[in-house]
């Protein structure tokens, strides 16, 4: 862990906890930070974190929080609560984000009102692309990993409000790009990010969610007439190539026709057809067709 002494808002990203919370838990039960400049507010040292991570551990596994933080003080953890579980153990995060290791403790509470809070905050900080590479997207496939459906669909949902809440271009902007999941893909939190992400550089696009039907896709595409289409898989299972030729075949090809995401075999496309292979690839690809 890095030894720099943290704010309050720094390490209440960093635990996934409500800034109000650290404050609780110094004023009852003496974990407040310790390091002090003149002039300045105190800082939590590292010694102070590992006590207030420890406190986080056992309260969330069941510990009374008084008896958390006597513990979290240098003391010993009677028999009668040393036997209760954490409440799911921790994520394999390896060296990630302090911020995911936070969002990934909030998640795993099922705090969905911090995990919203958290995310929000780092997309007002760092944009909508850094804070699904470095924050949002790790956790996530931690999650996967570990199987967790009520966590994974707890923490996809606040994700989603926040990046609704992201500002969409002005009325009257020029919408030319359409984003599609394929044929039965219900993941469609990645085309929500990407969405967010053009927003917030100013380019407009439609989005038409989960599961869209070829003829549904097509359909679109001919009404709307975009320069750039792209289609979403996260698995082979909707990876169905012939949507993307659907859409080749459905009028005046569009100028940009991409599939993303880890279900397209790149041996199997249709001629002409792009695979951006992260958030920012496909950023740069659609930003660079609207006027």
Do not use: F, K, N
Request: hydrophobic residues 45%; charged residues 20%.
């Amino acid at each position: 862990m890095d030894d720099e002494p943290l704010t309050a808002g720094a390490l209440a990203r960093r635990l996934g906890v409500a800034v109000t919370t650290l404050r609780s838990w110094h004023h009852r039960y003496g974990l407040g930070p310790s390091g002090h400049e003149a002039g300045r507010h105190r800082r939590y040292t590292a010694r102070d974190v590992a006590r207030l991570e420890t406190m986080q551990r056992l309260v969330a596994g069941g510990v009374p929080p008084h008896e958390a933080a006597r513990v979290a003080r240098g003391g010993v953890l009677p028999p009668s609560a040393a036997g209760r579980r954490d409440g799911g153990g921790a994520l394999p995060l390896g060296r990630a984000d302090p911020v995911a290791r936070g969002l990934s403790r909030a998640a795993l509470r099922l705090d969905a009102q911090t995990a919203r809070q958290l995310v929000a905050d780092e997309v007002a900080r760092r944009g909508v692309v850094a804070t699904w590479d470095e924050v949002v997207r790790p956790v996530l496939v931690a999650i996967g990993h570990r199987g967790l459906v009520e966590v994974e669909h707890l923490l996809s949902a606040c994700v989603s409000e926040v990046l609704g809440a992201v500002r969409r271009p002005a009325r009257g902007t020029p919408v030319r790009i359409l984003l599609a999941c394929a044929d039965e893909e219900q993941h469609s939190l990645p085309i929500e990010t990407l969405a967010a992400a053009l927003a917030e550089i100013g380019v407009g696009c439609r989005m038409l969610g989960a599961r869209v039907p070829v003829p549904a896709l097509v359909a679109a595409v001919r009404r709307t007439g975009p320069r750039a289409v792209l289609v979403w898989s996260h698995d082979a299972s909707t990876a169905g190539v012939g949507q993307l030729s659907a859409v080749a075949g459905a009028g005046p090809p569009p100028g940009v026709l991409a599939a993303a995401g880890p279900g397209w075999d790149p041996a199997t496309l249709p001629p002409g057809v792009v695979t951006p292979g992260s958030l920012s690839e496909a950023v740069a690809l659609l930003a660079g067709v609207s006027p």
